[in-house]
């Protein structure tokens, strides 16, 4: 699914499908990719032929830098800001109830919804490279929405210090130390390679014993339908205040020096 300013594109070979999404600023996902990601995640999660899917990102850089700023600045009205926060809401419920184990590729920094993302895949394989922030307090909103993901892999206590100092970064040993990354390499090419021989070793395992493995993985999330749509809520009425606009703007403007 191609755009103007980005895509998400999906492959198959062997039983391994590689989802792969990009955008020009930092992999920062506006609502039409969430969706197609989160459409392309449940299509690819009801294919026979696929055993195992790997979620990655385009570029070395950066993994995911979460929401778009250009379209938190220009939501009007609470409604407008429910159904965008419920991008990120769709995404990983996509992945939650996808019957396919997904491996993470995190090559670089995530940060807000990108740490969303790499909590919600059943293995991320980082880089040292993939340290991460929850920016979202920084801003006025909270991580209300990605919040039950990284609270289910680091726990409450770790999931509450990446929330409050919403302007420091983690390591990826961090990450490592607390679950949220299985395993961390020194280079891509090694982080490449650990991604392709996990997927090869899974594509040859049993497809029925894997879909019931990852409902024990995830029992207890039968609500999360709901609870992420509310949360969505919460962030979208919290993106109307004046204090996360003037927010928004100065860290542009930062950024655009």
Known sequence: MQHPDGYVR???????????FYHPASNSLPGHILNDLAKTINDIGIEERVKVIVLKSHGDRAFCAG???????????????????????NVINAMRKCHKLIIGRIQGKAVGGGVGLAAAVDYAIASEEASVKLSELAVGIGPFVVGPAVERKVGTSSFSQLAIDATGWRSAEWAKKHGLYAEVHKTVEHLDQAVADLAERLAHSSPDAMAQLKKIFWQGTDNWDKLLTDRAAISGRLVLSDFTRNAIEKFKAKTSN
């Open 10 to 20: 999906s492959e198959t070979d062997h039983g391994i499908a590689t989802i792969e």
């Open 67 to 89: 929401a778009s700023f250009d379209e938190l600045v220009a939501i009007e009205n609470e409604a407008d800001g429910k159904i965008f926060f419920s991008g990120f809401a």
